[in-house]
T-cell receptor
């Protein structure tokens, strides 16, 4: 079974631009979550989608948004990029949104903002 | 609020020896899950093992075992017979019933296996 696929693997953007990251979950998984990983803040939860609905949201500004499609694929958008948005963005999928449902992560998208 | 603490920023271990990675947690949710993930330099987070708050026995997955001490709020990971490929960052994380599958992560422990 194929794992979680994130595209692209690397991105370089300029301050003020916007970016869209894509995530394809494991087949059959209906929950998709996004995390930001930085050296200073560690791993932080962005949001979680289940059946095209945002179920949970972390403490990030409104510049960070996401959506999920009917095939469970998800996209994350960051508008008006700031230097501090440089990070590894990890997508994870799970069967459902239950607390005992392990998350399976993709390889991540490394975003650099210059 | 949930909190995960990993007090060992980094450690060396000799190949073929066992290593224990410490993890303590805090939560007010009586129903929660504890997870360990491995992150090699490539960046992917690899799920290793899960322990539920109501599980009576410690979880095991191959060379990985989780030493769950509920009263002490600790969930240490034990890796037996270390291999060079075990060199990576290891993260302890937890979820709670109130917040669904949202994970709170610890700061991680970097493990370097020496030949």
């Amino acid at each position: 079974k194929a794992g979680v696929t994130q595209t692209p693997r690397y991105l370089i953007k300029t301050r003020g631009q916007q970016v869209t990251l894509s995530c394809s979950p494991i087949s059959g998984h209906r929950s998709v979550s996004w995390y930001q990983q930085t050296p200073g803040q560690g791993l932080q939860f962005l949001f979680e989608y289940f059946s095209e609905t945002q179920r949970n949201k972390g403490n990030f500004p409104g510049r960070f948004s996401g959506r999920q499609f009917s095939n469970s694929r998800s996209e994350m958008n960051v508008s008006t990029l700031e230097l501090g948005d440089s990070a590894l963005y990890l997508c994870a999928s799970s069967l459902d949104s239950a607390y005992n449902s392990p998350l399976h992560f993709g390889n991540g998208t490394r975003l650099t903002v210059t | 609020a949930q909190k995960i603490t990993q007090t060992q920023p980094g450690m060396f271990v000799q190949e073929k020896e066992a290593v224990t990675l410490d993890c303590t947690y805090d939560t007010s949710d009586p129903s929660y899950g504890l997870f360990w993930y491995k992150q090699p330099s490539s960046g992917e987070m690899i799920f290793l093992i899960y322990q539920g708050s109501y599980d009576q026995q410690n979880a095991t997955e191959g060379r990985y075992s989780l030493n769950f001490q509920k009263a002490r709020k600790s969930a240490n990971l034990v890796i037996s017979a270390s291999q060079l490929g075990d060199s990576a960052m290891y993260f302890c994380a937890m979820s709670g019933k109130a917040a669904g599958n949202k994970l709170t992560f610890g700061g991680g422990t970097r493990v370097l296996v020496k030949p």
